[in-house]
């Protein structure tokens, strides 16, 4: 791995966290994708980020405004 690094000029610290974190990208993968299936739901086509987010806060689902404008 140390060679790894150096040739690739990546700090073997930061490769070692970046490895590290692979479960918690993965999952948050998975969390997005369920998001956008209700996004679709939701989604009508003529409405933005704003009401959809609203739409799914009234369903219960926390949501995150940026969170749904980046999915959709």
């Known amino acids: ?3 790894l690094c150096r040739v690739l000029e990546v700090n073997q610290s930061s490769y070692c966290k970046w490895l590290a974190g692979a ?7 998975r969390q997005d994708l369920i998001l956008a299936e209700e996004i679709r739901e ?3 086509g ?3 980020s704003p009401r959809v ?3 799914l806060r009234g369903k219960g689902r926390r949501v ?3 969170r749904v404008a980046r999915i959709m």
């Not at 479960?23 to 993968?29: D, I, K, L, T, V």
């Open 42 to 44: 939701v989604y009508g």
């Open 53 to 55: 987010t609203a739409e």
């Open 46 to 48: 003529a409405c933005g």
């Open 1 to 3: 791995m140390k060679r």
């Open 64 to 66: 995150n405004g940026k």
């Open 23 to 29: 479960e918690a990208r993965a999952a948050r993968q």
